[in-house]
T-cell receptor, first 115, second 113 residues
Framework: NAGVMQNPRHLVRRRGQEARLRCSPMKGHSHVYWYRQLPEEGLKFMVYLQKENIIDESGMPKERFSAEFPKEGPSILRIQQVVRGDSAAYFC?????????????FGSGTRLTVV | AQSVAQPEDQVNVAEGNPLTVKCTYSVSGNPYLFWYVQYPNRGLQFLLKYITGDNLVKGSYGFEAEFNKSQTSFHLKKPSALVSDSALYFCAVFSGNTGKLIFGQGTTLQVKP
């Protein structure tokens, strides 16, 4: 049973380009969470999704960032017109239910570098 | 508002000595508390959790944590540190009010031989 799969592991984008980060949750998990880890900072919640629904996007920047979790396929975190400040590690996690008792299983992350 | 605080950016211990990594939380209702570890350039790995029951929770790699409701703390401990324990440790709390895990800022543990 593969864990949470994120790709790519490393992504380099020039300022103004788009970044697409993919996350396939663990088999049987229908809840997906995206977190961002900036250098020297902790993990900041971005968005919580279930299949075809955004449950909580309170941590998403208002502009340029969007997320989806379609009926088929991985969850996608999309960053348009990237800027240097978007450089960070982006982690996806999944859980089998929305309740917290199971905790989350994390992927290895995508490290985005904006040059 | 729900929050988690890890008051120490870094903890240094000698190999073989006991270690403690501190965590305090603020949440309404009953908290679910977690510790995760992150090795360089890796994702987070689950160490242990407190949901209910015994206040002393045992987890992976010989780690344990004690839930203290009156002090709203959930400190991570290990009786004898190993050099391989050196990593970044995150405390997290889940509250039904927020529906998500909230993380502390992390504590870097350095174990020296």
């Amino acid at each position: 049973n593969a864990g949470v799969m994120q790709n790519p592991r490393h992504l380099v984008r020039r300022r103004g380009q788009e970044a697409r980060l993919r996350c396939s949750p663990m088999k049987g998990h229908s809840h997906v969470y995206w977190y961002r880890q900036l250098p020297e900072e902790g993990l900041k919640f971005m968005v919580y999704l279930q299949k075809e629904n955004i449950i909580d996007e309170s941590g998403m920047p208002k502009e340029r960032f969007s997320a989806e979790f379609p009926k088929e396929g991985p969850s996608i975190l999309r960053i348009q017109q990237v800027v240097r400040g978007d450089s960070a590690a982006y982690f996806c996690a999944s859980s089998p239910s929305g309740g917290g008792a199971n905790g989350y299983t994390f992927g290895s992350g995508t490290r985005l570098t904006v040059v | 508002a729900q929050s988690v605080a890890q008051p120490e950016d870094q903890v240094n211990v000698a190999e073989g000595n006991p270690l403690t990594v501190k965590c305090t939380y603020s949440v309404s209702g009953n908290p679910y508390l977690f510790w995760y570890v992150q090795y360089p350039n890796r994702g987070l790995q689950f160490l242990l959790k407190y949901i209910t029951g015994d206040n002393l929770v045992k987890g992976s790699y010989g780690f344990e944590a004690e839930f203290n409701k009156s002090q709203t703390s959930f400190h991570l401990k290990k009786p004898s540190a190993l050099v391989s324990d050196s990593a970044l440790y995150f405390c997290a709390v889940f509250s039904g009010n927020t529906g998500k895990l909230i993380f502390g800022q992390g504590t870097t543990l350095q174990v020296k031989p």
